[in-house]
T-cell receptor, first 113, second 114 residues
């Protein structure tokens, strides 16, 4: 499969445990944020998004938390499964209405059986 | 199925030999974009298009060309590839009705230039 990044930070979690992946974003004016999942050999896949007027948003097994004070975004995955193994990266949009995303480099999540 | 399709998935070529990577989307999206992904770096934008016949440079446009003659297609052209263009390339699309929307990505093209 494709090598997304040879030296990405790696988070190893036991199957069934919760995972927390963090992202520090760069622009305090950013008003829209996305988490993507990238499996080996595939393109980035949308997981969840959040707008700057929210602190928390929940999806199915995933929760995104936004802390604008410290420019921090986190992705929580509940009851992590083997299929969650992938690279996860965040994206911020500094200028609304432009699609000019800034993408993070990502974190590799490894789920241990 | 809504998707962005890139071809080829893998391409090995030699320096200076012109090549085209195709991208097609079936979601009627106005916005399309090309990115390259290199180890240790986030996705970097090469070119983008807000609509048919409208294209503009991204952050790393040198050595690349694009065209947008039809809404669904957005090919990436390397007129004279060089080894520093060895990378993983992604095409993406999104609706213009709401710019605060996630992009939809293709599955990538791994290009090696020797």
């Amino acid at each position: 499969g494709e090598s997304v990044g040879l030296h990405l930070p790696t988070l190893s979690v036991q199957e069934g445990d919760n995972s927390i992946i963090n992202c520090a974003y760069s622009n305090s004016a950013s008003d829209y944020f996305i988490w993507y999942k990238q499996e080996s050999g595939k393109g980035p896949q949308f997981i969840i998004d959040i707008r700057s007027n929210m602190d928390k948003r929940q999806g199915q097994r995933v929760t995104v938390l936004l802390n604008k004070t410290v420019k921090h975004l986190s992705l929580q995955i509940a009851a992590t499964q083997p299929g969650d193994s992938a690279v996860y990266f965040c994206a911020e949009m500094p200028t609304s209405g432009t699609y000019k995303y800034i993408f993070g480099t990502g974190t590799r999540l490894k789920v241990l059986a | 199925e809504a998707q962005v399709t890139q071809n080829p998935r893998y391409l090995i070529t030699v320096t200076g030999k012109k090549l085209t990577v195709t991208c097609s989307q079936n979601m009627n999206h106005e916005y399309m974009s090309w990115y390259r992904q290199d180890p240790g770096l986030g996705l970097r934008q090469i070119y983008y298009s807000m609509n048919v016949e409208v294209t503009d440079k991204g952050d790393v446009p040198e050595g690349y060309k694009v065209s947008r003659k039809e809404k669904r297609n957005f090919p990436l052209i390397l007129e004279s590839p060089s080894p520093n263009q060895t990378s993983l390339y992604f095409c993406a699309s999104g609706p213009s009705s709401s710019y605060n929307s996630p992009l939809h990505f293709g599955n990538g093209t791994r290009l090696t230039v020797t």
